[in-house]
């Protein structure tokens, strides 16, 4: 490409209102423009970067079987009615009226398009399971669209969903997009981690951030060096501390135990590892469901329960009511999720905490990965404190280290959250009519030009990386008006499109310093400069990431580029 048919408005100063140095970075060197807050303009580089993060989402999507198409951004509110989210989405959604006065969004994200498109055409498990996925323009009013690109008002979002017939089967697809992903953060050469995420409004069990370590991130992770244990600090271990009294605690020795239901029972309907799990049984305890939470070496019964509250009856709940109550709310990576309005106490406390919800006083018998106030009451009986740095990591290895994170994709597990809601059913293989068990999976494409932009400079501008680069090289001849550097510059420009380089030739009649200054900010992996020696064939390879440069023949050039 010819740098004076393209359109690469570099600029001297460093932008006043951009915050972050790949905001400014973007802007000076050319690649993006603002419209209005949190709007942009993807100029001719950017775009260029941006097609090629989203080839490499295309072939990692294409290899576990996630198909492409592309769905409306104009969306009828009478979706999101369908899914309740017309009203629980809040002002994030872009709203809008036709000439006819019928409500629509512009798309925030594609579940009730995505449902209801599979509800009609999809019929049978024999079409399952089925994974799609498109690349399309994101609206959101964010309350501070900020940092540029990463958190703008209009972005570019990769979102696949998938449909099952089983929850193995979602499993399966959970994890091969979770290998996709981190596939897909490696070859942009990002410095990320998957955490533990949480599950939020979209609800589901299950659920995965990765993150991007920088120190603009706007999320921290705790994390441990010896191990894969990471977690978005809003779903890490939280060590809850009931504070039973003495007198309590001996009430309780004083009672017998008689037969009872083992902790492995429970915690494998619950589907929860035991060594995260809170010790819990679910008693039933004059018609309403208790969930009770253990110390570790403390027993639970129902006649000891029986004795401590007081109640007429208490059984061990149905594991049919044991499902019913954990419904959509255990996660099956993470501990026991309480639904509101279920009461739990904690055995050793039973006297003082009937309504509230405990940990318990033992390591390996914490909470893990929950959300207090959301996952359960916080009350005055509960030590509440989250895991803090220098903690041992919950799962043993090495201690807690803590980061800032950008977020740039998110799995989640959706089981029939939508299709339940909307009526999305298939034929089981016994003819049975059930809805479609659902994942969905997001990534940033937008998002990441900015955390690849981020990462990818240094003082002088950008430094990309050849997978990443908007072109392969840099053909700068310092005179235009100079007919032997013209002349060799022209040449080399055709050699080098046919050994197949993105070649960007500065053919533009600037000073040497311009054309140096420019060449820099844009930052591509290899400049050619063809200055004073071009009559001898001679030309000046730099390489930005080393910064070496060489002053090799134009005979040698390919060979050595090779
Ligand atoms: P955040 O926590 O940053 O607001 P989110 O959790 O709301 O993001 P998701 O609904 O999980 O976002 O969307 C999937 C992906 O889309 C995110 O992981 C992120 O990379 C990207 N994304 C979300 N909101 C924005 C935004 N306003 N601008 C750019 N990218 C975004
Ligand atoms: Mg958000
Ligand atoms: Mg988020
Ligand atoms: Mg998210």
């Known amino acids: 490409m010819k740098q004076s048919k393209t359109f690469i408005p570099t600029l001297r100063e460093v932008p006043a209102d951009a915050d972050v140095k790949s905001h400014k ?9 603002q419209n209005t807050s949190g709007v942009y303009s993807y100029l001719p580089l950017g775009r260029r970067v941006l097609a090629k993060i989203e080839q490499i989402v295309r072939e990692e999507m294409e290899a576990v079987n ?36 019928r409500d629509f969004a512009l798309g925030a994200t594609h579940e009730e398009v995505i449902t209801s498109l599979v509800r009609d055409e999809i019929k ?19 309350k501070r669209p900020r940092f540029g690109l990463l958190r703008g008002r209009e972005f570019i979002m990769k979102d696949a969903y998938s449909f099952h017939a089983t929850r193995e089967s979602l499993d399966e697809t959970y994890d091969d997009m979770y290998r996709a992903y981190s596939n897909i953060f490696t070859r942009l050469g990002l410095n990320f981690r998957a955490v533990i995420a949480d599950a939020g409004s979209i609800g589901g069990k299950g659920t995965h951030e990765f993150m991007v370590l920088s120190e603009i991130g706007e999320d921290t992770i705790a994390y441990s060096d010896s191990s894969d244990y990471a977690a978005n600090i809003e779903m890490a271990e939280v060590v809850v501390e009931y504070k039973a009294s003495e007198e309590a605690m ?19 309907f619950l589907n929860v590892p035991a060594n995260n799990c809170i010790k819990s049984l679910v008693f039933n305890v004059d018609g309403e469901l208790v969930v009770v939470l253990a110390r570790g070496d403390h027993e639970i019964n129902d006649i000891k329960l029986k004795n401590a509250l007081g109640a007429t009856s208490v059984e061990l709940a149905e594991e049919q009511e044991i499902k019913e109550l954990i419904g959509a709310s ?3 990576i993470g501990p026991v999720k309480l639904p509101v309005g279920v009461k739990v106490v904690a055995d050793n406390a039973v006297k003082s905490v009937r309504n509230g919800v405990a940990g318990a006083n033992e390591d390996g018998f914490h909470f893990v990965n929950v959300n207090p106030e959301r996952d359960f009451a916080v009350n005055d009986y509960l030590d509440i404190r989250f895991i803090q740095v220098g903690d041992p990591s919950p799962d043993g290895n090495g201690v807690i280290k803590f980061a800032e994170g950008i977020e740039v994709g998110h799995i989640f597990k ?8 909307m009526g999305a059913t298939f034929l089981d293989d016994q003819g049975k009519a059930q809805p479609f068990i659902m994942g969905c999976y997001g990534i940033g494409v937008s998002r990441l030009l900015a955390a690849v932009a981020e990462q990818f400079q240094d003082d002088n501008g950008f430094v990309w990386p050849t997978q990443l680069t908007p072109y392969d090289i840099h053909l700068v001849p310092v005179n235009v008006k100079d007919e032997a550097q013209v002349g060799l510059a022209d040449d080399l420009y055709s050699l080098l499109q046919s050994y197949r380089y993105d070649v960007l030739y500065d053919d533009r009649a600037e000073r040497a310093g311009v054309k140096f200054a420019d060449a820099d900010l844009i930052g591509l992996p290899v400049r050619v400069t063809v200055g004073k020696k071009a009559a001898e064939g001679i030309v000046e390879v730099k390489f930005r990431h080393s910064g070496e440069s060489f002053e090799w023949q134009k005979e040698e050039l390919v060979d050595r580029l090779n």
């Open 124 to 142: 049978s498990y024999k079409k399952l399971p089925l994974t799609l996925y498109q690349i399309q323009t994101k609206f959101r009013d964010e």
């Open 330 to 332: 255990i996660g099956s």
């Open 414 to 421: 959706l089981g029939t959250t939508y299709s339940a809601k």
């Open 66 to 101: 996630s198909i492409e198409l592309l769905m409306p951004a104009l969306q009828a509110a009478e979706l999101w009615q369908e899914s309740g989210r017309w009203d629980a989405y809040g002002p994030e959604l872009m709203r809008l009226q036709d000439r006819h006065n």
């Open 25 to 33: 970075q973007l802007l000076r060197a050319g690649f993006i423009r």
């Open 250 to 268: 001996n009430e309780l020795e004083k009672v017998s135990t008689p037969d009872q239901k083992s902790i492995e029972d429970v915690s494998s």
